[in-house]
Protein backbone atom coordinates (compact mmCIF):
# COMPACT_ATOMS: atom_id res chain seq x y z
CA UNK A 1 0.00 0.00 0.00
CA UNK A 2 1.63 3.29 -1.16
CA UNK A 3 2.10 6.03 1.68
CA UNK A 4 -0.51 8.53 1.44
CA UNK A 5 -2.58 10.94 2.74
CA UNK A 6 -6.38 12.51 2.21
CA UNK A 7 -6.31 14.59 -0.95
CA UNK A 8 -7.83 17.72 0.15
CA UNK A 9 -11.17 18.92 -0.57
CA UNK A 10 -11.13 15.67 -2.48
CA UNK A 11 -13.19 12.86 -0.15
CA UNK A 12 -11.56 9.32 -0.74
CA UNK A 13 -9.08 10.28 -3.16
CA UNK A 14 -5.47 10.17 -1.76
CA UNK A 15 -2.36 11.80 -2.33
CA UNK A 16 1.40 10.79 -1.99
CA UNK A 17 2.96 12.37 1.44
CA UNK A 18 5.74 14.44 0.48
CA UNK A 19 9.51 12.32 0.44
CA UNK A 20 10.99 11.70 4.02
CA UNK A 21 14.35 10.01 4.42
CA UNK A 22 14.19 6.81 6.17
CA UNK A 23 15.32 8.21 9.55
CA UNK A 24 12.54 10.89 9.26
CA UNK A 25 10.18 8.31 8.03
CA UNK A 26 11.08 6.37 11.12
CA UNK A 27 10.51 9.18 13.37
CA UNK A 28 7.50 9.95 12.24
CA UNK A 29 5.99 6.98 12.68
CA UNK A 30 7.35 6.42 16.76
CA UNK A 31 6.11 9.93 17.11
CA UNK A 32 2.42 8.14 16.15
CA UNK A 33 2.99 5.22 17.92
CA UNK A 34 4.15 6.39 21.60
CA UNK A 35 0.51 7.93 22.62
CA UNK A 36 -1.02 4.76 21.27
CA UNK A 37 1.20 2.74 23.22
CA UNK A 38 0.40 4.30 26.38
CA UNK A 39 -2.72 3.67 25.69
CA UNK A 40 -2.91 0.03 24.43
CA UNK A 41 0.49 -1.45 25.43
CA UNK A 42 1.51 -4.50 23.38
CA UNK A 43 -2.16 -4.34 22.47
CA UNK A 44 -2.06 -1.65 19.40
CA UNK A 45 -2.32 -2.50 16.38
CA UNK A 46 -0.17 -1.41 13.31
CA UNK A 47 -3.02 0.15 11.75
CA UNK A 48 -3.99 1.86 14.32
CA UNK A 49 -0.39 3.23 14.24
CA UNK A 50 -1.07 3.82 10.44
CA UNK A 51 -4.19 5.86 10.40
CA UNK A 52 -2.59 7.98 13.32
CA UNK A 53 0.68 8.47 11.11
CA UNK A 54 -1.62 8.92 8.20
CA UNK A 55 0.24 6.26 6.28
CA UNK A 56 -0.44 2.80 4.55
CA UNK A 57 0.03 -0.05 7.28
CA UNK A 58 2.64 -1.67 4.44
CA UNK A 59 4.93 1.80 5.27
CA UNK A 60 5.47 0.84 8.88
CA UNK A 61 6.71 -2.35 7.56
CA UNK A 62 8.97 -0.68 5.36
CA UNK A 63 10.75 0.66 8.73
CA UNK A 64 10.28 -1.57 11.05
CA UNK A 65 10.86 -5.34 10.88
CA UNK A 66 7.82 -6.48 12.79
CA UNK A 67 5.69 -4.74 15.77
CA UNK A 68 8.06 -5.84 18.28
CA UNK A 69 11.33 -3.92 16.54
CA UNK A 70 8.25 -0.66 16.59
CA UNK A 71 7.79 -1.23 20.14
CA UNK A 72 11.21 -1.31 21.19
CA UNK A 73 11.63 1.94 19.55
CA UNK A 74 9.30 3.44 20.80
CA UNK A 75 10.62 2.55 24.64
CA UNK A 76 13.78 3.66 23.22
CA UNK A 77 12.13 6.77 21.90
CA UNK A 78 11.11 7.07 25.65
CA UNK A 79 14.22 7.09 27.73
CA UNK A 80 15.96 9.03 25.15
CA UNK A 81 17.21 12.08 27.84
CA UNK A 82 16.95 15.25 24.86
CA UNK A 83 13.44 16.73 26.48
CA UNK A 84 15.36 16.15 30.01
CA UNK A 85 19.07 17.82 29.11
CA UNK A 86 16.92 20.88 27.04
CA UNK A 87 15.35 21.34 30.57
CA UNK A 88 18.41 21.26 32.68
CA UNK A 89 20.16 23.34 30.53
CA UNK A 90 17.38 26.07 30.29
CA UNK A 91 17.65 26.02 34.57
CA UNK A 92 19.29 29.65 35.20
CA UNK A 93 22.24 29.61 37.14
CA UNK A 94 21.31 32.76 38.14
CA UNK A 95 18.49 31.46 40.23
CA UNK A 96 19.13 30.58 44.08
CA UNK A 97 20.43 27.33 44.06
CA UNK A 98 17.17 25.89 45.89
CA UNK A 99 15.04 27.02 43.23
CA UNK A 100 17.15 25.56 40.39
CA UNK A 101 17.37 21.92 42.20
CA UNK A 102 13.53 22.59 41.99
CA UNK A 103 12.94 23.13 38.94
CA UNK A 104 15.80 20.20 37.85
CA UNK A 105 14.13 17.81 39.95
CA UNK A 106 10.47 18.85 38.26
CA UNK A 107 12.00 17.99 34.60
CA UNK A 108 13.32 14.78 36.06
CA UNK A 109 9.82 13.32 37.16
CA UNK A 110 8.24 14.92 34.26
CA UNK A 111 10.98 12.61 32.08
CA UNK A 112 10.64 9.54 34.59
CA UNK A 113 6.67 9.74 33.67
CA UNK A 114 6.85 9.55 30.21
CA UNK A 115 9.25 6.57 30.48
CA UNK A 116 6.40 5.09 33.22
CA UNK A 117 3.62 5.74 30.95
CA UNK A 118 5.11 3.70 28.49
CA UNK A 119 7.08 1.31 30.22
CA UNK A 120 3.62 0.66 32.23
CA UNK A 121 1.45 0.08 29.83
CA UNK A 122 3.41 -2.62 27.75
CA UNK A 123 4.07 -4.08 31.18
CA UNK A 124 0.37 -4.19 32.40
CA UNK A 125 -0.18 -5.81 28.61
CA UNK A 126 2.40 -8.38 28.77
CA UNK A 127 4.86 -6.97 27.22
CA UNK A 128 7.64 -6.86 29.42
CA UNK A 129 7.14 -9.05 32.14
CA UNK A 130 10.34 -10.64 33.57
CA UNK A 131 12.37 -7.78 32.22
CA UNK A 132 13.40 -4.70 34.17
CA UNK A 133 12.10 -1.45 33.80
CA UNK A 134 14.46 1.01 32.59
CA UNK A 135 15.61 4.17 35.15
CA UNK A 136 15.65 7.49 34.30
CA UNK A 137 18.67 8.99 33.11
CA UNK A 138 20.63 6.09 32.68
CA UNK A 139 21.12 5.60 36.44
CA UNK A 140 19.77 1.95 36.24
CA UNK A 141 19.11 -0.78 34.25
CA UNK A 142 18.16 -0.07 30.31
CA UNK A 143 15.58 -1.82 29.12
CA UNK A 144 16.62 -3.47 25.41
CA UNK A 145 13.26 -5.51 24.62
CA UNK A 146 14.45 -9.25 23.74
CA UNK A 147 17.96 -8.56 25.02
CA UNK A 148 17.79 -7.85 28.16
CA UNK A 149 19.45 -5.31 30.58
CA UNK A 150 22.58 -3.35 28.83
CA UNK A 151 25.68 -3.97 30.54
CA UNK A 152 27.20 -1.64 33.20
CA UNK A 153 29.12 0.68 31.43
CA UNK A 154 26.26 1.52 29.02
CA UNK A 155 24.08 2.67 32.04
CA UNK A 156 26.96 5.15 32.81
CA UNK A 157 27.48 6.42 29.57
CA UNK A 158 23.86 6.57 29.67
CA UNK A 159 24.05 8.13 33.21
CA UNK A 160 26.78 10.98 31.62
CA UNK A 161 25.14 13.91 30.17
CA UNK A 162 22.34 13.79 32.91
CA UNK A 163 25.08 13.70 35.87
CA UNK A 164 26.40 16.40 33.86
CA UNK A 165 23.46 18.84 33.15
CA UNK A 166 23.32 18.50 36.97
CA UNK A 167 26.75 18.90 38.11
CA UNK A 168 26.22 22.14 36.60
CA UNK A 169 23.74 23.48 38.51
CA UNK A 170 25.45 23.17 41.38
CA UNK A 171 29.07 24.93 39.74
CA UNK A 172 28.17 28.31 41.25
CA UNK A 173 28.02 27.25 44.66
CA UNK A 174 31.62 24.75 44.50
CA UNK A 175 33.71 27.21 46.83
CA UNK A 176 30.59 26.60 49.44
CA UNK A 177 30.03 23.18 49.02
CA UNK A 178 31.38 20.21 51.31
CA UNK A 179 31.61 17.81 48.59
CA UNK A 180 32.00 17.89 44.83
CA UNK A 181 29.41 18.81 42.56
CA UNK A 182 29.64 15.91 40.70
CA UNK A 183 29.05 13.22 43.63
CA UNK A 184 26.03 15.78 44.53
CA UNK A 185 24.85 15.65 41.39
CA UNK A 186 24.71 11.75 41.83
CA UNK A 187 23.01 11.87 44.78
CA UNK A 188 20.45 13.85 43.53
CA UNK A 189 19.76 12.03 40.36
CA UNK A 190 19.40 9.04 42.86
CA UNK A 191 16.88 10.91 44.83
CA UNK A 192 14.88 11.76 41.60
CA UNK A 193 14.14 8.64 40.50
CA UNK A 194 13.60 6.93 43.66
CA UNK A 195 10.94 9.42 44.79
CA UNK A 196 9.53 9.76 41.51
CA UNK A 197 6.80 6.80 42.64
CA UNK A 198 5.63 9.19 45.06
CA UNK A 199 4.05 11.70 42.45
CA UNK A 200 0.12 10.88 41.79
CA UNK A 201 -1.69 12.02 38.50
CA UNK A 202 -1.23 15.59 39.96
CA UNK A 203 2.28 15.25 41.15
CA UNK A 204 1.77 14.47 44.36
CA UNK A 205 0.44 11.26 46.26
CA UNK A 206 -1.30 12.06 49.34
CA UNK A 207 1.53 12.24 52.30
CA UNK A 208 4.43 12.89 49.76
CA UNK A 209 6.56 15.69 49.85
CA UNK A 210 6.77 18.02 47.32
CA UNK A 211 9.73 18.44 45.01
CA UNK A 212 10.49 21.86 47.24
CA UNK A 213 10.28 19.85 50.51
CA UNK A 214 12.68 17.53 48.96
CA UNK A 215 15.20 19.58 48.08
CA UNK A 216 15.32 21.33 51.00
CA UNK A 217 15.71 18.42 52.74
CA UNK A 218 18.64 17.40 50.39
CA UNK A 219 20.02 20.85 51.19
CA UNK A 220 19.56 21.40 54.72
CA UNK A 221 18.95 17.72 56.19
CA UNK A 222 16.22 16.23 58.65
CA UNK A 223 17.03 18.27 61.99
CA UNK A 224 15.35 21.65 61.86
CA UNK A 225 17.19 25.12 63.43
CA UNK A 226 18.67 23.99 66.70
CA UNK A 227 17.75 27.10 69.41
Known sequence: MAEAVE??????????APGMS???RRSMIVTAALPLVTEYGAGVTTAKVARAAGIGEATIFRVFADKEALLAACVAEALRPDALLA???AVSLHRPLAERLVEALDAMREHLSRIGAVIGALHATGHLRGREAPRAGGSG??????????????REE???APLAAVAALFEPERDRLRVAPEALARVFLTLSRDTAAEA????RKPGALS???LVDLFLHGALGDER
Open 7 to 16: AAGVPGRRRR
Open 22 to 24: ADE
Open 87 to 89: SLA
Open 141 to 154: PDLNPGQGPSAPGD
Open 158 to 160: ALA
Open 200 to 203: GDDG
Open 211 to 213: TRE
